[in-house]
């Protein structure tokens, strides 16, 4: 029988080595077993990140990058390996399964909100997705990505119905999904509806945010959920993804 675990992604967290230190001792005295993985921004990070390939870029400070799994000891203890990439915009998580089956890679992202101007992040950013969902189809892994692209596929996902230069521009983070063949599991769920999945006092806002997959099994892929926590300084999107072992 296939066990389920739950893994929770909160983008734009904003993290800093020293938060993500606090984050993980914090969460490892929950009595409940929950443990996490941080994908921080800081001055190091700054100054040079991986975009991959071993490649490094240098960069202006990106206060608004942070990626935060959180999970189960019981999944944690699968983990076999962690990575970070574009100073804290991508986490890659790299789980076994206990039945002998491929392994599952699950990457949560960031993407940038305004990529006229900004071009080299935006770059970098898609080039590592890009360079880790290639990296885990190549071994033969399942993949689950998720998190806020800051872009749409399509026009009817934006709540007036037009694109605009993040969703139609060459570095919109959503094409090295489609790429790689990965599924958008809200659309291929419910092809025929444009309801958001994500919400700001109430109101439906652009779906700027998916889980993606592969390959996307309709069986067994749970629908995720996406809330909003506002605050004076930053609005913190939580995905909860069930993952099948």
């Not at 100054?47 to 608004?64: F, K, N, Q, V, W």
Request: one cysteine or more; charged letters at 20%.
């Amino acid at each position: 029988k296939n066990e389920v675990f739950h893994i929770v992604i909160l983008t734009e967290c904003r993290t800093t080595a020293t938060d993500a230190k606090l984050i993980k001792h914090f969460v490892s005295q929950d009595s409940s077993g929950v443990r996490a993985q941080v994908a921080h921004t800081s001055a190091a990070t700054a100054r040079h990140y991986s975009i991959g390939e071993g490649a490094l870029r240098a960069t202006p400070s990106d206060g608004h990058a942070g990626v935060v799994a959180l999970m189960h000891s019981a999944l944690h203890d699968r983990l076999i390996h962690t990575s970070t990439a574009a100073g804290g915009r991508i986490l890659v998580l790299r789980f076994r399964s206990n039945h002998g089956e491929r392994l599952l890679t699950v990457i949560g992202y960031y993407g940038v909100a305004g990529i006229a101007g900004r071009e080299h992040l935006a770059s970098d950013v898609q080039k590592a997705l890009r360079y880790y969902v290639n990296a885990a189809l190549g071994r033969g892994d399942r993949v689950i990505a998720l998190g806020d692209q800051n872009g749409v596929v399509h026009a009817h996902d934006r709540t007036n119905g037009h694109k605009v230069h993040n969703d139609t521009s060459d570095l919109a983070l959503w094409r090295a999904l489609v790429e790689n063949g990965l599924q958008d599991v809200q659309a291929a769920r419910h092809p025929h509806t444009s309801a958001a999945t994500y919400y700001d006092q109430g109101k439906p806002c652009s779906r700027i945010d998916a889980a993606w997959t592969w390959p996307y099994e309709e069986a067994t892929t749970r629908i995720w959920m996406c809330f909003s926590f506002p605050s004076k300084e930053t609005v913190t999107k939580v995905w909860f993804y069930d993952m099948y072992f």
